[in-house]
């Protein structure tokens, strides 16, 4: 059955050497980046299934937080110029690349997705949940939201720490900082003011599956029903019973196979935990090859 991998990482090593010169204990603070697969394709290569192609976007080094909006935005089209070569360079195993934007270069990011809205290689926008220290729902942000939602470039939404915490971890975190977002995406009126917007949320959605009855409970009637418009990923390590929430909760049609890959279990991710997740869910054939494949070519092609 065909797999196409939403929720692929990589850091391309010129893109990564440029941003080691302007902070160089970027391996210390984040030491996931130092992941050998995300930079040694044929390494990675001897990994791979052979089969399941990857849509891969950047783990999280962003030239907006180190550089004023004039660099940042240069940096990012050199990253975006890398990831299209290494997706031509390896297109047996890449299916196609995200593009970076700085967002604190409003203009620049705009231009981004629209050069996006053209491409068949790049085929949506990474945003994390904060930036610049702000909400991803800020209206500062506004402008990137709109021209992705008239140009139907869809957004990868990948979790940061909020740096105001003083126990940010690499366990719950995230999941919080993703939960957060989404709900301020929601209160913040986004799907109300673009609703055809689409935006794929990584693992899994986060607690929102787990904590549906309180979103229903808790919410106004159409601030719930928002919230069901996001787009799921399946990277959440396996788990076919969490999987089946995200299902009951989405619909098959918004799930999206994605596995974080490499990351997650070594020494080269979850992916065979992640499709023997899905094969042991209750869900029918027609739903299990949407979400392995169909609704990605939907979705980004």
């Given amino acids: 059955m065909k797999k196409i991998d939403v929720f692929a990482h990589v850091l391309l090593p010129n893109f990564y050497q440029k941003m080691l010169k302007i902070e160089p204990q970027l391996p210390e603070l984040f030491p996931f980046i130092q992941h050998p697969h995300l930079q040694d394709f044929e390494l990675r290569r001897k990994f791979w299934d052979g089969e399941t192609k990857q849509i891969i976007s950047y783990v999280n080094v962003n030239p907006e937080d180190y550089l004023e909006p004039d660099d940042a935005a240069k940096l990012c089209a050199f990253a975006n110029q890398e990831m299209l070569e290494a997706v031509d360079h390896h297109s047996d195993m890449f299916l196609a690349g995200v593009a970076m934007v700085p967002m604190n270069n409003q203009e620049a990011a705009c231009a981004i997705v629209e050069q996006v809205s053209k491409s068949t290689s790049i085929v949506a926008i990474q ?116 999987l089946d929430l995200a299902v009951d909760y989405y619909g098959a049609e918004h799930v999206l196979f994605g596995t974080d890959a490499p990351l997650g279990i070594a020494p080269a991710g979850s992916t065979e935990a992640i499709l023997q997740a899905i094969d042991q869910m209750d869900i029918t054939s027609e739903e299990r090859l949407s979400i392995l494949s169909g609704n990605a070519e939907r979705i980004f092609f």
């Fill in 127 to 242: 945003l994390f949940t904060r930036a610049l220290g702000k909400s991803i729902a800020d209206p500062s942000f506004r402008p990137v939201f709109e021209t992705c939602a008239r140009l139907n470039v869809p957004i990868l939404l990948h979790p940061v720490f909020d740096e105001r915490k003083p126990d940010n971890n690499i366990v719950f975190s995230w999941e919080y900082e993703l939960t957060q977002a989404m709900l301020q995406l929601v209160q913040a009126g986004m799907f109300k003011e673009f609703p055809n917007l689409k935006i794929i949320v990584h693992h899994a959605g986060a607690m929102v599956p787990f904590f549906a009855e309180r979103i229903h409970h808790i919410l106004p009637a159409e601030q719930a029903l928002d919230f069901k418009k996001f787009y799921v990923d399946t990277a959440i390590l396996g788990n076919p019973k969490a």
